[in-house]
């Protein structure tokens, strides 16, 4: 079942702050996060494993709560190259396959 | 990092005709891989699940005759789009993880074009 996302769409001023969120009504063991700028493939950023930690590198990061099923993508003092599709993709167990949220348009203007 | 290659990154055919995807992995083996259809402006749809020496695993919905996957070896899926048709065209894209790792590294996907 494709989880949810929210927003669909936001537009940001560099140096904003942003937050891009993802459910789902069914138990998971991980939630992916990937960037796909326009016409190229999607990029991992991070994975978060059922277990509640928060992630991240640089001024992106995540965390995944776990008794709700319901993971969230930070984005802070954002810049120009962070604009694209975020897509969170959530598993059901170990390897699973990964399914796919609709997707957050994130662009970044000066 | 590991690499996914994916070839051709652009392809026209006419309707009627067959059209193969090759997904290869270029610095790890992969036992799965996956295949995913991508129209505009949409999400990844994920379509199969392709097992090395082994049936591939079609989502609901995917036609197992149409959308034929080979996976012959540990680093080569293909995807072959038979008796191709306009509502075809899309974005067709495969990843497969390295071993040990959890996320995945996507091919560079390719734009099919069936006219």
């Known amino acids: 079942q494709q989880p949810v996302q929210s927003p669909q769409a936001v537009i940001l001023r560099e140096g904003e702050d942003a937050v891009i969120n993802c459910s789902s009504s069914k138990a998971l063991y991980s939630v992916h996060w990937y960037r796909q700028k326009h016409g190229e493939a999607p990029v991992f950023l991070m994975i978060l494993l059922k277990g509640g930690e928060q992630k991240g590198h640089d001024k992106i990061s995540a965390s995944f709560n776990e008794k709700k099923q319901q993971s969230s993508l930070y984005l802070t003092a954002s810049q120009l190259s962070y604009s694209g599709t975020y897509f969170c993709g959530t598993e059901m167990t170990s390897y699973d396959k990964v399914i796919f949220g609709p997707g957050t348009s994130l662009s970044v203007i000066p | 990092g590991a690499v996914v290659s994916q070839h051709p990154s652009r392809v026209i055919c006419k309707s009627g005709t067959s059209v193969k995807i090759e997904c290869r992995s270029l610095?790890?083996?992969?036992?799965?891989m996956f295949w995913y259809r991508q129209f505009p402006k949409q999400s990844l749809m994920l379509m199969a699940t392709?097992?090395?020496?082994?049936?591939?695993?079609?989502e609901q919905g995917v036609e197992k005759d149409k959308f034929l996957i080979n996976h012959a070896s540990l680093t080569l899926s293909t995807l072959t789009v038979t008796s191709a048709h306009p509502e075809d065209s899309s974005f067709y894209i495969c990843?497969?993880?390295?071993?040990?790792?959890?996320?995945?590294?996507f091919g560079s996907g390719t734009r099919l074009t069936v006219v």
């Open positions: 392709s097992n090395e020496g082994s049936k591939a695993t079609y």
């Open positions: 610095d790890f083996q992969a036992t799965t």
């Open positions: 990843s497969a993880r390295e071993p040990g790792q959890h996320g995945y590294t």
